[in-house]
């Protein structure tokens, strides 16, 4: 089909006339303008409104012939009906606007009535106020003014048109309100120096008016007191107030004048008189700000920081307030004794069947109620030699320890510290031989072991209690109770519950799901919840209690473990837990132990002369280090891991602990260690999926660990690695040069005699001569006759060259050797 059959379709013709115009806009056609002999007419598009018959009739002048080509009647018609429905539908949209903005614009109108008659009302109410006021002031100033003319009538005042007969017979009231009238009617709202006083509001500021601000009795008493004296011809002064001036280590001087409450340039100027160059922002000592304080005559009450612990008080508490607590009860021994087994027989529980190679790896604190009705709480301690701080926490916060030996074994190094700890912190001992079931089993050994060290059982004639139990069968439990409970008795211990909580932190980790969580053994008073409380450099509000059988409680008395959840940060393992009465208070207190904390770690590790930070740089430079990152799931567990590892190490190789800390292994410690080189030791937390992508993309060595004996070891071994090898020198063989000859191509040749051992092309030499090293190198040649051998048995003879070194003679002595590396272990 052509173009021009197209268009006819469309009604636009062929060819189109001259007469015919057609316009584009934007992409969519508009009516086609058609100019006839007669007028100008517009036609619809296909698609647009159609007209009607009779707009088609006028449109074509009542002339079919004269309409457009294409274009019939009915489809004139459509087209004339569908432009009158449009024209129709935007009359109706525009008359549904018009009525839209007219109803917005009445509600308009309505809200702007509301207002101004609300503020209208408001600015009657506070004129109605304001006239009350002034009604009030104006009695009471009448009344002030009749007692002051009884005491001392001041001079009469002029009015107009008054003559000196008629103005002693008006009283001193009319006088003075005459005169007042006058002042007010020339300044409204404005005092006798023309200064505005009171508050100037916005509706005062709008209208034009100016409100004044009444003065008070007392200071038109202290006007009237100053206008006396200046009549008297007195000195007006100020009275000196003097003020108890707080004043720590250091003040900037701004802020001593405000606590003196006196102008910043009257104390600069004290400052500068006493030859002192100081401006309002700089910061003096307390033995200046002193001298300041008492030439101004206030009182100085010398303040530090470590004040802000005050209120932290050591009461003593009253007697008649102390009731009865449970005993702690440590149990302390040697690894794999049967420390924990004992305790889950006594307790009925299998808490040994969740710890990793069978042994404790923290302190856990459970509380248990005998048969006879005795509640008991009891701390289990680690017995491997990297816990030692562990052992030694437990033994600080307890009544009772229960030593736990296995009677198979006897004595051993941690039993030992065990004793120690429990003399240390004075208290009662008493002695469990464990294993008693088994066949070897020897308690008399353990008893005769236990007085090398001043432990005296009482069947050895002593006054330490032993037990003999087997956490196995059961055996002498109730023994053992019976005597926790027999000692307990005698120490007759005593706590006020009714008081402000204080406990010692016995572990702390950080738990993916509740935050930081500390485990804490309460000792004095009673924790709450809700109760707010400064542990360490940590503080928070208690958010939930939790006991050992991980229920949830309200409070916590004397002797009683729980997990506290609410604190800001995981806190140190031994840190002792105080509640304070505000979070300010708790704040204040931790942000200063932090900052007393960094400074002592910055002073422990700078050096303060030049001998030192080159003492430090040359021990640097001489030892190698090892960088390790170590992550573990509790406080005590990662502080144990890192005292072991400053153990490890010697004058040539030392173990670098860079970070340590608790909860899973994140990806800002993948930055550290990448940064540093270091691996990281995971101890019972694994590196979140974030930290293992980053590990793998950057190849950062990622180690577990749930045993303390294999990472320790890891490290050790890793450690070695660093050292150099030790270089080890076996003689083997010495010869005793004849003659020396010389000989083409080759140089000096020693004819030489085997007098020990073998000489040994390979080996290295060292020419001796008078006992005395002159040369150290190896051979050039080793000949047996006419032949080139690798070695010469002794008493054999030979010919032997020297590399780069010809200075031989007779009678000297040739010391053979070998060298071997051998490799060395920390």
Known sequence: MSENDGKKKLGLGGSRPSNVKQSFS?????????????????????????????????VAGGDPSKRPAGISDAELERRMKALAKAK?????????????????????????????????????????????????????EEAARKKAAADAPPAAAAVPGETAVDRPTRSKVDREREKNDRTTKAKPGRGDDGRRSGKLTLNDALSGREGGRQRSMAAMKRKQDRARQKAMGGQVEREKVVREVQLPEAIVVSELANRMAERVADVVKSLMTNGIMATQNQTID??????????????????SDADVEDVIQQV??????????????????????????????????????????????????YQVKTDGGAVLSFLDTPGHAAFTSMRSRGAQVTDIVVLVVAADDAVMPQTIEAINHAKAANVPMIVAINKIDKPEANADKVRTDLLQHEVIVEKMSGEVQDVEVSAISGQGLDELL??????????????????????AVIE???????????????????????????????????????????DRVDEAGPSVPVEVLGLNGTPEAGDVLNVVSTDAQARE?????????????????????????????????????????????VQGSAEAIVQAMEKIGNDEVRVRVLHSGVGAITETDIGLAEASGAPVFGFNVRANASARNTANQKGVEIRYYSVIYDLVDD??????????????????????????????????????????GVARRSAGVRLLRDNVVIHEGTLKTLKRFKDEVPEVQSGQECGMAFENYDDIRPDDVIEIFEREEVEREL
């Open 26 to 58: 934007h992409g969519r056609t508009k009516n086609v303008v058609v100019e006839t002999k007669r007028k100008r007419v517009v036609v619809p598009k296909p698609g647009a409104a159609k007209p009607s018959a009779a707009a088609a009739k006028a």
């Open 88 to 140: 129709a539908r935007e009359a109706e949209d525009t008359a549904k606007r018009e009525a839209e903005e007219k109803a917005r614009e009445e509600e308009r109108a309505a809200r702007r009535a509301e207002a101004e008659a609300k503020e209208a009302e408001d600015r009657e109410r506070e004129e109605r106020a304001k006239a009350k006021a002034e009604e009030e002031s104006r009695k009471k």
């Open 286 to 303: 307390a033995d200046t700000a002193e001298l300041i304080i008492e030439e101004f005559g206030h009182k100085v009450i010398r303040v």
């Open 316 to 365: 003593k508490d009253d007697d008649k307030d102390l009731k009865g607590r449970p005993p702690i009860i440590t149990i302390m021994g040697h690894v794999d004794h049967g420390k924990t087994s004992l305790l889950d027989a006594i307790r009925n529980a299998k808490v040994v069947a969740g710890e990793a190679g069978g042994i404790t790896q923290h302190i856990g604190a």
């Open 482 to 503: 019976e005597a926790i409970a027999l000692q307990a008795e005698i120490l007759e211990l005593k706590a006020n519950p009714n008081r402000a909580a204080e406990g």
């Open 508 to 550: 702390a980790q950080l738990d993916v799901g509740r935050g930081p969580v500390a485990t804490v053994l309460v000792q004095n008073g009673t924790l709450r919840q809700g109760d707010i409380f400064v542990v360490g450099e940590q503080y928070g509000k208690v958010r939930a209690l939790i006991n050992d059988k991980g």
């Open 589 to 633: 207190i931790a942000e200063y132990r932090e900052k007393a904390a960094k400074e002592k770690r910055a002073a422990a590790g700078a050096a303060t002369t030049l001998e030192q930070l080159m003492a430090n740089a040359k021990a640097d430079e001489n030892v190698s280090e090892l960088p390790i990152l170590v992550k573990a799931d």
């Open 715 to 756: 490290v050790k071994k890793a450690a070695s690695g660093l050292l150099s090898a030790e270089i080890k020198e076996t003689f083997i063989g010495y010869a005793n040069i004849k003659e020396v000859f010389k000989v083409s191509n080759v140089g000096k040749v020693a004819g030489c005699i085997v007098t020990e």
